[in-house]
Protein backbone atom coordinates (compact mmCIF):
# COMPACT_ATOMS: atom_id res chain seq x y z
CA UNK A 1 0.00 0.00 0.00
CA UNK A 2 0.73 3.64 -0.49
CA UNK A 3 1.25 5.52 2.24
CA UNK A 4 -1.85 7.67 2.38
CA UNK A 5 -4.16 4.36 2.31
CA UNK A 6 -1.61 2.45 5.02
CA UNK A 7 -2.17 5.20 6.80
CA UNK A 8 -6.23 4.98 6.68
CA UNK A 9 -6.34 1.23 6.40
CA UNK A 10 -3.40 0.21 9.25
CA UNK A 11 -6.08 -0.21 12.01
CA UNK A 12 -7.37 -3.02 10.35
CA UNK A 13 -11.57 -3.72 10.80
CA UNK A 14 -12.85 -4.69 14.15
CA UNK A 15 -14.09 -8.25 15.19
CA UNK A 16 -17.75 -6.40 14.63
CA UNK A 17 -16.99 -5.23 11.27
CA UNK A 18 -16.30 -2.20 12.74
CA UNK A 19 -13.96 0.46 10.13
CA UNK A 20 -13.51 2.71 13.09
CA UNK A 21 -11.29 1.13 16.46
CA UNK A 22 -13.30 0.49 19.66
CA UNK A 23 -12.32 2.38 22.89
CA UNK A 24 -11.86 -0.14 25.63
CA UNK A 25 -11.49 1.19 28.68
CA UNK A 26 -11.28 -1.41 31.11
CA UNK A 27 -7.93 -1.41 33.42
CA UNK A 28 -8.58 -5.09 33.70
CA UNK A 29 -10.13 -8.23 32.08
CA UNK A 30 -10.66 -11.57 33.10
CA UNK A 31 -8.53 -14.01 33.22
CA UNK A 32 -8.82 -17.63 32.72
CA UNK A 33 -8.56 -20.01 35.74
CA UNK A 34 -5.91 -22.35 34.34
CA UNK A 35 -3.58 -22.06 31.57
CA UNK A 36 -1.83 -18.94 32.20
CA UNK A 37 -3.10 -15.44 31.69
CA UNK A 38 -5.33 -14.26 29.19
CA UNK A 39 -4.43 -12.03 25.98
CA UNK A 40 -5.10 -9.04 28.03
CA UNK A 41 -4.56 -8.55 31.91
CA UNK A 42 -4.20 -5.41 33.16
CA UNK A 43 -4.28 -2.04 30.86
CA UNK A 44 -0.61 -1.06 31.88
CA UNK A 45 0.98 -4.42 30.47
CA UNK A 46 -1.35 -4.10 27.12
CA UNK A 47 -5.08 -2.80 25.76
CA UNK A 48 -6.24 -3.49 22.87
CA UNK A 49 -7.01 0.21 21.86
CA UNK A 50 -3.28 0.86 22.50
CA UNK A 51 -2.16 -2.48 20.65
CA UNK A 52 -4.14 -0.76 17.31
CA UNK A 53 -2.37 2.21 17.71
CA UNK A 54 1.25 0.79 17.85
CA UNK A 55 -0.02 -1.25 14.95
CA UNK A 56 -0.54 1.21 12.69
CA UNK A 57 2.72 3.09 13.83
CA UNK A 58 4.97 0.51 13.08
CA UNK A 59 3.52 -0.38 10.30
CA UNK A 60 3.70 3.71 9.09
CA UNK A 61 7.44 3.24 10.04
CA UNK A 62 8.18 0.06 8.52
CA UNK A 63 8.78 -1.50 11.80
CA UNK A 64 7.79 -4.97 13.17
CA UNK A 65 7.37 -3.50 16.73
CA UNK A 66 5.60 -0.40 17.86
CA UNK A 67 5.20 0.97 21.41
CA UNK A 68 2.89 3.69 22.81
CA UNK A 69 3.94 5.86 25.36
CA UNK A 70 2.09 8.76 27.41
CA UNK A 71 4.39 11.52 25.56
CA UNK A 72 7.14 11.80 23.61
CA UNK A 73 9.96 11.94 26.67
CA UNK A 74 8.54 8.81 28.17
CA UNK A 75 9.47 7.34 23.93
CA UNK A 76 12.53 8.92 24.62
CA UNK A 77 13.29 8.01 28.43
CA UNK A 78 12.55 4.24 27.58
CA UNK A 79 14.51 3.76 24.82
CA UNK A 80 17.67 5.49 27.10
CA UNK A 81 16.84 3.03 29.73
CA UNK A 82 17.98 0.01 27.94
CA UNK A 83 21.26 1.31 28.68
CA UNK A 84 23.54 -0.05 31.14
CA UNK A 85 25.33 1.45 34.19
CA UNK A 86 28.87 3.47 33.01
CA UNK A 87 26.70 3.14 29.36
CA UNK A 88 27.92 6.43 27.23
CA UNK A 89 25.95 8.01 24.65
CA UNK A 90 26.86 10.56 21.76
CA UNK A 91 24.30 13.15 20.91
CA UNK A 92 24.31 15.73 18.91
CA UNK A 93 25.14 20.31 20.52
CA UNK A 94 22.09 20.85 18.94
CA UNK A 95 19.19 18.52 20.57
CA UNK A 96 15.49 18.98 21.97
CA UNK A 97 16.08 20.52 25.77
CA UNK A 98 13.72 17.80 27.48
CA UNK A 99 16.21 15.19 25.63
CA UNK A 100 19.46 17.23 26.63
CA UNK A 101 17.68 18.23 29.88
CA UNK A 102 18.13 13.73 30.48
CA UNK A 103 21.28 13.29 28.90
CA UNK A 104 22.59 15.92 31.22
CA UNK A 105 20.99 15.09 34.35
CA UNK A 106 19.13 12.04 34.54
CA UNK A 107 22.09 9.75 33.03
CA UNK A 108 24.41 11.08 35.89
CA UNK A 109 22.02 9.93 38.45
CA UNK A 110 22.49 6.21 36.54
CA UNK A 111 26.15 6.59 36.61
CA UNK A 112 26.29 6.98 32.75
CA UNK A 113 27.37 9.75 30.91
CA UNK A 114 27.08 11.63 27.38
CA UNK A 115 29.26 13.78 24.80
CA UNK A 116 27.56 15.94 22.63
CA UNK A 117 29.22 17.07 19.16
CA UNK A 118 28.76 20.30 17.42
CA UNK A 119 28.71 18.36 14.31
CA UNK A 120 27.52 15.08 13.87
CA UNK A 121 28.96 14.51 9.91
CA UNK A 122 32.06 15.19 12.09
CA UNK A 123 31.81 11.79 14.32
CA UNK A 124 34.38 8.95 13.64
CA UNK A 125 35.35 5.89 15.26
CA UNK A 126 38.36 8.06 17.72
CA UNK A 127 35.06 9.20 18.83
CA UNK A 128 34.20 6.22 20.61
CA UNK A 129 35.25 4.55 23.84
CA UNK A 130 34.62 0.79 25.41
CA UNK A 131 31.66 2.30 27.40
CA UNK A 132 29.61 4.25 23.92
CA UNK A 133 26.79 2.35 23.92
CA UNK A 134 24.51 4.98 21.73
CA UNK A 135 24.16 7.15 19.10
CA UNK A 136 21.29 9.72 19.53
CA UNK A 137 20.27 11.79 16.98
CA UNK A 138 17.72 14.13 15.49
CA UNK A 139 18.15 14.83 11.61
CA UNK A 140 16.92 17.79 10.85
CA UNK A 141 17.85 18.79 14.43
CA UNK A 142 15.72 21.05 16.50
CA UNK A 143 16.03 24.15 16.21
CA UNK A 144 19.06 24.12 14.37
CA UNK A 145 17.89 22.27 11.05
CA UNK A 146 20.97 20.25 10.75
CA UNK A 147 21.30 17.26 8.50
CA UNK A 148 23.43 14.18 9.55
CA UNK A 149 23.88 11.09 7.19
CA UNK A 150 21.76 8.38 9.22
CA UNK A 151 23.11 5.36 7.19
CA UNK A 152 26.73 6.46 7.59
CA UNK A 153 26.16 6.74 11.38
CA UNK A 154 24.44 3.34 11.97
CA UNK A 155 27.39 2.21 10.30
CA UNK A 156 29.45 3.76 12.29
CA UNK A 157 27.78 2.90 15.33
CA UNK A 158 27.10 -0.51 15.00
CA UNK A 159 31.01 -1.18 13.71
CA UNK A 160 31.45 0.08 17.44
CA UNK A 161 28.97 -2.14 19.10
CA UNK A 162 26.49 0.93 19.99
CA UNK A 163 22.92 1.56 18.68
CA UNK A 164 21.82 4.24 16.51
CA UNK A 165 18.59 5.96 17.51
CA UNK A 166 16.83 8.67 15.86
CA UNK A 167 14.27 11.06 16.85
CA UNK A 168 11.90 11.32 13.65
CA UNK A 169 9.28 13.57 15.09
CA UNK A 170 10.09 16.66 12.68
CA UNK A 171 9.88 14.34 9.40
CA UNK A 172 7.63 12.15 10.74
CA UNK A 173 7.53 8.61 8.56
CA UNK A 174 5.67 10.26 5.71
CA UNK A 175 8.91 11.96 4.43
CA UNK A 176 11.53 10.30 6.30
CA UNK A 177 12.28 6.31 7.57
CA UNK A 178 15.39 6.00 9.92
CA UNK A 179 15.06 1.96 10.68
CA UNK A 180 15.43 1.73 6.69
CA UNK A 181 18.43 3.52 6.73
CA UNK A 182 20.18 1.30 9.24
CA UNK A 183 18.74 2.91 12.73
CA UNK A 184 18.04 0.46 15.65
CA UNK A 185 14.90 1.99 16.85
CA UNK A 186 13.17 5.55 15.88
CA UNK A 187 11.21 7.51 18.60
CA UNK A 188 8.89 9.81 18.02
CA UNK A 189 6.67 12.89 19.96
CA UNK A 190 3.50 11.63 18.79
CA UNK A 191 2.23 15.14 19.86
CA UNK A 192 3.41 16.81 17.45
CA UNK A 193 2.22 16.20 13.19
CA UNK A 194 1.46 12.36 14.67
CA UNK A 195 -1.77 13.40 16.16
CA UNK A 196 -1.72 16.55 14.16
CA UNK A 197 -3.93 19.13 16.08
CA UNK A 198 -2.16 20.13 19.22
CA UNK A 199 -4.88 18.47 21.56
CA UNK A 200 -2.84 15.03 22.79
CA UNK A 201 0.43 14.28 24.24
CA UNK A 202 1.80 10.85 23.17
CA UNK A 203 4.64 9.11 22.30
CA UNK A 204 6.05 6.19 20.08
CA UNK A 205 9.35 3.94 19.81
CA UNK A 206 9.10 1.30 16.86
CA UNK A 207 12.14 -1.36 16.26
CA UNK A 208 12.27 -4.39 13.58
CA UNK A 209 14.93 -5.98 16.30
CA UNK A 210 12.95 -8.22 18.64
CA UNK A 211 15.47 -8.39 21.52
CA UNK A 212 15.27 -4.32 21.81
CA UNK A 213 11.56 -4.79 20.87
CA UNK A 214 11.70 -6.95 24.02
CA UNK A 215 13.26 -4.43 26.12
CA UNK A 216 10.89 -1.68 24.94
CA UNK A 217 7.84 -3.60 26.24
CA UNK A 218 9.67 -4.04 29.23
CA UNK A 219 10.30 -0.73 29.82
CA UNK A 220 6.85 0.31 28.90
CA UNK A 221 5.18 -2.03 31.23
CA UNK A 222 7.98 -1.52 34.09
CA UNK A 223 7.93 2.41 33.60
CA UNK A 224 4.30 2.62 33.64
CA UNK A 225 4.30 5.95 31.04
CA UNK A 226 1.81 4.39 28.69
CA UNK A 227 -1.14 6.01 26.60
CA UNK A 228 -4.59 6.33 27.23
CA UNK A 229 -7.02 3.85 25.40
CA UNK A 230 -9.12 7.27 24.56
CA UNK A 231 -5.75 9.12 23.37
CA UNK A 232 -4.60 6.29 21.57
CA UNK A 233 -8.04 6.42 19.77
CA UNK A 234 -7.53 9.95 18.91
CA UNK A 235 -3.90 9.40 17.83
CA UNK A 236 -4.93 6.85 15.26
CA UNK A 237 -7.56 8.94 13.76
CA UNK A 238 -5.22 11.75 13.60
CA UNK A 239 -2.72 9.62 11.54
CA UNK A 240 -5.04 8.69 9.24
CA UNK A 241 -5.05 12.57 7.72
CA UNK A 242 -1.10 12.96 8.41
CA UNK A 243 -0.20 12.86 4.62
CA UNK A 244 -2.75 15.54 3.49
CA UNK A 245 -1.73 17.80 6.67
CA UNK A 246 1.91 17.35 5.43
CA UNK A 247 1.58 18.40 2.20
CA UNK A 248 -0.06 21.43 2.64
CA UNK A 249 2.34 22.24 5.66
CA UNK A 250 5.10 21.39 3.18
CA UNK A 251 4.16 23.34 0.34
CA UNK A 252 3.37 26.33 3.11
CA UNK A 253 6.93 26.02 4.35
CA UNK A 254 8.64 26.27 0.70
CA UNK A 255 6.79 29.19 -0.39
CA UNK A 256 7.71 31.12 3.09
CA UNK A 257 10.91 30.19 2.57
CA UNK A 258 10.87 31.57 -0.84
CA UNK A 259 8.83 35.05 -0.40
CA UNK A 260 11.60 35.16 3.40
CA UNK A 261 14.58 34.66 1.16
CA UNK A 262 14.13 38.14 -0.47
CA UNK A 263 13.01 40.24 2.44
CA UNK A 264 15.23 43.31 3.95
CA UNK A 265 13.86 42.07 7.75
CA UNK A 266 15.68 38.43 7.63
CA UNK A 267 19.20 38.18 7.77
CA UNK A 268 19.05 34.17 8.11
CA UNK A 269 16.81 31.41 7.39
CA UNK A 270 17.40 27.88 8.66
CA UNK A 271 15.77 24.63 7.04
CA UNK A 272 17.07 20.70 6.45
CA UNK A 273 19.84 21.15 3.27
CA UNK A 274 20.65 24.88 3.94
CA UNK A 275 23.65 24.46 5.92
CA UNK A 276 25.66 23.21 2.98
CA UNK A 277 25.65 21.73 -0.46
CA UNK A 278 26.71 18.32 1.73
CA UNK A 279 23.60 18.62 4.15
CA UNK A 280 21.50 19.59 1.27
CA UNK A 281 22.86 16.49 -0.60
CA UNK A 282 21.90 14.23 2.12
CA UNK A 283 18.74 15.50 2.74
CA UNK A 284 17.04 14.75 -0.90
CA UNK A 285 19.16 11.49 -0.52
CA UNK A 286 17.29 9.85 2.90
CA UNK A 287 14.08 12.00 3.21
CA UNK A 288 11.21 13.05 0.53
CA UNK A 289 10.92 16.74 1.82
CA UNK A 290 12.33 18.95 4.19
CA UNK A 291 8.96 19.49 6.69
CA UNK A 292 7.36 22.30 8.20
CA UNK A 293 9.85 23.65 9.87
CA UNK A 294 12.31 26.29 9.63
CA UNK A 295 14.38 29.05 11.78
CA UNK A 296 15.26 32.52 10.93
CA UNK A 297 17.48 35.43 12.42
CA UNK A 298 15.50 38.63 11.84
CA UNK A 299 17.86 41.74 10.22
CA UNK A 300 19.47 44.25 12.89
CA UNK A 301 16.91 46.69 12.37
CA UNK A 302 14.20 44.78 13.10
CA UNK A 303 12.95 44.50 16.92
CA UNK A 304 12.39 40.59 17.66
CA UNK A 305 9.61 41.79 20.31
CA UNK A 306 7.89 43.69 18.50
CA UNK A 307 7.88 41.26 14.89
CA UNK A 308 6.42 38.39 17.35
CA UNK A 309 3.97 40.63 19.25
CA UNK A 310 2.53 41.73 15.91
CA UNK A 311 2.17 38.57 14.32
CA UNK A 312 -1.74 37.64 14.87
CA UNK A 313 -1.79 34.34 12.97
CA UNK A 314 1.52 32.67 14.14
CA UNK A 315 1.27 32.05 17.85
CA UNK A 316 3.61 32.37 20.47
CA UNK A 317 3.76 29.31 21.82
CA UNK A 318 6.21 25.90 22.37
CA UNK A 319 5.49 23.03 20.12
CA UNK A 320 4.81 22.38 16.30
CA UNK A 321 3.24 19.75 14.32
CA UNK A 322 -0.54 20.98 14.31
CA UNK A 323 -2.56 22.48 11.99
CA UNK A 324 -1.99 26.20 13.42
CA UNK A 325 1.07 27.92 12.92
CA UNK A 326 3.40 28.66 16.02
CA UNK A 327 6.45 30.66 16.48
CA UNK A 328 8.61 30.18 19.47
CA UNK A 329 12.24 31.58 20.56
CA UNK A 330 14.16 28.54 21.05
CA UNK A 331 17.12 29.94 23.94
CA UNK A 332 14.36 30.92 26.45
CA UNK A 333 11.48 28.22 25.42
CA UNK A 334 12.55 25.20 23.80
CA UNK A 335 15.61 24.74 24.70
CA UNK A 336 15.86 27.13 28.30
CA UNK A 337 17.83 23.79 29.78
CA UNK A 338 20.92 24.96 27.58
CA UNK A 339 23.30 26.32 29.45
CA UNK A 340 24.82 30.00 27.67
CA UNK A 341 28.02 27.91 26.83
CA UNK A 342 25.98 24.88 25.37
CA UNK A 343 23.23 27.59 23.54
CA UNK A 344 26.56 28.66 21.83
CA UNK A 345 28.01 25.01 20.84
CA UNK A 346 24.61 24.35 19.73
CA UNK A 347 24.27 26.94 17.60
CA UNK A 348 20.94 28.81 18.90
CA UNK A 349 21.48 32.36 19.47
CA UNK A 350 19.08 34.62 21.61
CA UNK A 351 18.12 35.67 18.70
CA UNK A 352 16.89 33.05 16.59
CA UNK A 353 13.04 32.15 16.30
CA UNK A 354 11.51 28.98 15.26
CA UNK A 355 8.29 28.74 12.84
CA UNK A 356 6.13 25.70 13.04
CA UNK A 357 3.90 26.21 9.16
CA UNK A 358 0.29 24.92 9.65
CA UNK A 359 -2.38 24.60 7.27
CA UNK A 360 -3.62 28.06 6.84
CA UNK A 361 -4.07 29.85 3.45
CA UNK A 362 -0.79 30.28 2.42
CA UNK A 363 -1.75 34.69 1.21
CA UNK A 364 -2.55 34.95 4.98
CA UNK A 365 0.61 33.33 6.67
CA UNK A 366 2.28 35.31 4.10
CA UNK A 367 0.56 38.64 4.87
CA UNK A 368 0.48 37.97 8.95
CA UNK A 369 4.76 37.56 8.56
CA UNK A 370 5.01 41.01 6.19
CA UNK A 371 2.79 43.34 8.39
CA UNK A 372 4.67 42.52 11.30
CA UNK A 373 7.98 43.17 9.92
CA UNK A 374 6.73 46.51 8.83
CA UNK A 375 5.29 46.90 12.03
CA UNK A 376 8.95 46.15 13.76
CA UNK A 377 11.10 47.33 11.38
CA UNK A 378 12.99 50.58 13.58
Known amino acids: MKFSTLAVHAAGIGVLGDVVPSIHTSTTFKQPVTGGPGTWEYQRGANPTRAVAQQVLAALENAQHGFMFSSGMAATAAALSLLKQGAHVIASAAVYGGTYRFLTQELPRRSQSATFLADLEELSDADFTPETAMVFIESPTNPTLRVYDIA ?56 NDDDLAAELGFAQNTLGAILSPTD ?142 SKARK
Open 152 to 207: RLADLAHRNGALLVVDNTFLTPYLQNPLDLGADIVVHSATKYLAGHADLIAGVAVT
Open 232 to 373: SFRLIQGVKTLALRMERQQSNTVRLLEWLGTHPGVEALYYPGSHSPEEAAIQARQARGIGAVFSLELAPDVDQDAFVSALGIFTYAVSLGGVESLICKPASMTHEAFSAEDHAAAGIPAQLLRLAVGVEDIDDLIADLDQAL
